[in-house]
DNA sequence: GTCTATATACTGATAGAC
DNA sequence: GTCTATCAGTATATAGAC
């Protein structure tokens, strides 16, 4: 009985790994498409065809589309996390806050299609669509309710990033103003900064990293100028 | 001869009527669905039932979809500027950069669909495309050059509305700013609370108004309470 | 001018053979 | 577990009858 037992786990085991595998395969392709293509082209004959498989056989994986794209887009909110994160530990407020605004923007402007991945999960749940997709939508809101972290609450993490720093500075004009709002309307800012620069919108267009630094110093007053290395900002992005 | 011509003329500012009323025809149409399904859902069989039309007969007036759709997004762009204009005849800068400010968010949040028309443009022609789409974005280039306003240009015009009261205002900071520059700056950061609002993005998510209010706080200090007031604001928007 | 009919090229998703 | 074959749609766009 023993020896079944463990023969048994064994076999889970390996097909888990192997499930585990194949998801990966899968969203490489797709993460690929996305890169090269845009979202709007990601579809699963593609996927398939760039994995050497049928469209059927993706279904074994992934209940749809919607949720091979989900899974692009936490991925994605991770890698933003992870290039903010260090960030945290620069000593001074004014700095680091200025660092997590300039990385954050350089991130959405450098990685368009990531960045789209990551705001796609709140429309995607919001706007009309046909029968098969609700079907699917369903689907995915019953594997939200059972534990998935809600798109929304995520997001709202990352604006801690900047409260927490916000939290220590003041700003010029003498308003009393809670930093948490404030957090969320710097967001806004940056979020706006991004989408504008991929947009190319505005002819004489100004360079988005000029564009977080009027925001900074209205807010706070200009930097003191020389202490810092004035062009050490996050890659990408010439200020 | 000169009854000749002038039955010419008759006969083409005629047809010349007729193809305007239809073209509005179309236009009503297409809008009904933008605003009651959002843009994803225009198609020209849909705009075709809708005016009891074939498909086919709407290319004798656009060249496409998308030719509808920027044809939308013109006039949304019009439709907001108006709203905005009579803001500009309030004597006190400082009120009218608040109430331009609101008015601004308060019709991105109350016409969805509308505003992401006007943005497409400009996202529809660096996306990737199918060679009919290809085909139709060469057209449409072509009728930019013969003079159509290009979307950017018309877009950056907006952004003057803001450049011309915020150069009569100073920061609350010391620090001495370009007003084109922070005219960028402000709407960007407009943008952003209209797309983070629509998106539902933040789970405890704070209201348009108030991060408006937070950002004008910031740059240029508290307003003078009481004096004017306090809740007359653009509608559609609790702040 | 408007229609029917059709061409072409997709999409997501599923049933059932192997 | 993977496939073929297919369903049931979507789309833009055009040719030719009336």
Redesign the interface.
Known sequence: MAIVERKDRELHAKHAARAHDQRERILDAARRIVMR??L??LSMRKIADAIGYSPASLYLYFAGRDEIAEALGREGYAQLLAQLEPLTLIADARERLHALAHAYVAYGCDHPQTYELI?MA??AR???VGPAARRQRNALDAADAAGAP?A??A??CG?QLFAATLSVLT?????R?DC???A??L???????V??TL??????H?APG??ID??L??????RAAAATSPTAQAPGLAS
Chains 1, 2 share one sequence.
């Open positions: 293509e845009g709007a082209a705001f709140h429309k919001s706007e009309h809600e929304g609450a997001l709202a604006v700003p010029a004009s003498g308003a103003i948490a709002v404030l969320q309307t967001w806004a800012t940056l979020h706006g900064v989408m504008l947009a190319r919108a505005g002819s004489q100004v000029l564009l009027t925001t110093d209205a807010w706070f007053g200009a």
